[in-house]
C-alpha cells in the first residue's frame, strides 16, 4: 500500500528551523475551510469547527484507503488570522480577530469524495458545522516561516521576529498571518507546543 506522510513530503513547509527564518514558496494545495471570528478560548463555533474539520478529514483519509489502497498522515489544523483594523491584531486582545481555519486534503482528493463524505458523515455524527465547510485550493506562494515551540500566548515576540526579517530585507507584508498547529494541545505540555508561524511577503 502507498503512504504518503506529510512532514516528509514537505517538509521544509510544515518542519522549519526554531532557531532561522527560512524563505519558502507554498505550493497551492487544496483544502477543507471555515470561517469564523472571536477569541478561540471562548468561542463554541471554534471548538465546533475544528471538530468538524477533523471528522471530515479523517472520514476522507479512510474512505482512500479502502477504495484506492492509499494511505496517509492526516495535514494538521491551520489557520489564517486578521482584523479588519490591523490595529486590532493583538495577541493579547483576540476578540476583535477574525480567523479561518483549514486542513489541507492530499491529491487524490476530490470536490465528489467531500461531497459523499460529508454526507455520510453528517448522518453518523450529526455536525451541523459540516455544512460549513467548503473544499477549495489556497496559493500562498512566498512566504517566510519560523517554528514556534511554547504556549500559543508566547507567540508575540516569534511573530514580530519574522516581521522584521521581512522589512530588514526589503520586502512587504502581504496576505494573512498563518499558523500550523503540529502539536496535540490536550496532550503535549504548553511548552512543548509545537506551531509554525508563517507570514507571506511581496
Excluded: C
Aim: avoid cysteine; hydrophobic fraction near 35%.
Amino acid at each position: 500500500m502507498k503512504k504518503f506522510d506529510y512532514s516528509k513530503e514537505l517538509k521544509s513547509f510544515y518542519k522549519p528551523s526554531a532557531k532561522t527564518i527560512s524563505e519558502v514558496t507554498v505550493p497551492s494545495l487544496y483544502f477543507l475551510k471555515i470561517d469564523g471570528e472571536g477569541d478561540p478560548n471562548h468561542s463554541d463555533r471554534f471548538s465546533q469547527s475544528v471538530e468538524a474539520l477533523f471528522a471530515l478529514s479523517y472520514a476522507i483519509k479512510f474512505f482512500i484507503k479502502k477504495k484506492m489502497e492509499l494511505d496517509y498522515r492526516v495535514f494538521p489544523l491551520e489557520g489564517l488570522w486578521w482584523a479588519d483594523d490591523m490595529r486590532a491584531f493583538d495577541v493579547e486582545n483576540k476578540s476583535d480577530w477574525k480567523w479561518t481555519l483549514m486542513i489541507a486534503q492530499p491529491q487524490w482528493v476530490n470536490e465528489t469524495i467531500v461531497e459523499e463524505q460529508r454526507s455520510l458523515v453528517l448522518k453518523k455524527k450529526g455536525l451541523e458545522f459540516l455544512k460549513l465547510l467548503r473544499y477549495e485550493p489556497y496559493d500562498e506562494g512566498k512566504a517566510a516561516q519560523i517554528m514556534h515551540i511554547g504556549p500559543f500566548s508566547d507567540e508575540g515576540p516569534t511573530i514580530e521576529k519574522v516581521h522584521q526579517y521581512i522589512t530588514d530585507s526589503g520586502k512587504q507584508l502581504s496576505g494573512l498571518h498563518h499558523e500550523i498547529y503540529l502539536s496535540d494541545i490536550r496532550k503535549g505540555k504548553p511548552e512543548n507546543w509545537k506551531t509554525v508561524i508563517r507570514q507571506p511577503f511581496r
